[in-house]
């Protein structure tokens, strides 16, 4: 009869890789709540335009247009604009960019007295079959492809670790799975 770990091994192999996932975990939870994972995605200006926080201003229209104020805000809080050139890198809480071609344009948006005034934040297009809702929200930007690499590498260690924890709790318990053999070669 083949005998498994020890108790005390399992117990520290357990408690080991249980402390190594709770750290993935809170690294991750540590990085999306402190906003590093936005600012990773939102991170440079991917055309000419003026960077703004989509979200605060989606229930604009026509008859009641969103004013936002131009300027040089570090954080976008609220009904704020800044201005950015293809590649700058944009400011916290921005999630997109009004070009200046949209601007240009003066259907969904114009420029106006040092304000933006904002009347159809969002509307429904047909492309390919597939209708879907254009906002301004990841519009004009370029991501940093670096957070994506980190992003997978997390998830990847966190995989690993809740997996070596749930062999020690396997091994802590006493608990042993026999292989199934698929193929018997005669």
Known sequence: MVEGPSKTRAAIKFTFWT??????VCIVVQSHLSGQ???????????????????????????????LTIGSF??????QAVHVKKGDRLPSNANGVISL???????RASLAEGQIKVMVPW?????????????FKHKGIK????AAVWNVFMVIFIGISLGFM????????????EKIVHFEGH
């Open 101 to 107: 071609a949209v601007l240009k344009a003066q259907k």
């Open 37 to 67: 994972m936005a600012r990773w995605y939102y991170h440079t200006a991917g055309e000419e335009g003026y960077a703004v926080n989509a979200r605060n201003f989606m229930d604009a229209s026509a008859e009641r247009p969103a004013l």
């Open 19 to 24: 402390i190594m996932s709770l750290v993935f």
């Open 143 to 146: 991501t940093n492809p670096w």
């Open 123 to 135: 509307e429904i297009k047909t492309a390919k079959g597939f209708k879907y809702k254009d906002t």
């Open 74 to 79: 570090e954080r976008i809080e609220g009904l």
């Open 166 to 177: 749930a062999e020690g709790m396997t091994d802590l318990l006493g608990i042993k799975f």
